[in-house]
């Protein structure tokens, strides 16, 4: 079990670095990633920073081409 620590009103899990991040998902993608993260072992947050990487990876390569609007 992980022990936590008090941080502005807030229990944090002792050792946890990065800032935290809440986000809304449309229910089909919500259902996927849970799915893929049961399925796989995994925790649904490391396949969402997983996934950030490689987007920032093909941003930087000049790889992905975003829809109009999305312009990064």
Same mark, same amino acid.
């Given at each position: 079990m992980k022990r936590s620590v008090q941080t502005k009103g807030r229990k944090t899990a002792v050792g946890r670095t990065g800032k935290p991040l809440n986000i809304y998902l449309p229910p089909a993608q919500a259902g996927r990633l849970h799915a893929l993260a049961k399925e796989r072992h995994i925790a649904?947050? &490391?396949?969402v920073r997983f996934a950030l990487d490689r987007l920032f990876q093909e941003l930087d390569g000049g790889?992905? &081409? $975003?829809? $109009?609007? $999305?312009g990064l």
């Amino acid at each position: 079990m992980k022990r936590s620590v008090q941080t502005k009103g807030r229990k944090t899990a002792v050792g946890r670095t990065g800032k935290p991040l809440n986000i809304y998902l449309p229910p089909a993608q919500a259902g996927r990633l849970h799915a893929l993260a049961k399925e796989r072992h995994i925790a649904m947050s &490391n396949i969402v920073r997983f996934a950030l990487d490689r987007l920032f990876q093909e941003l930087d390569g000049g790889q992905l &081409n $975003l829809p $109009l609007g $999305l312009g990064l």
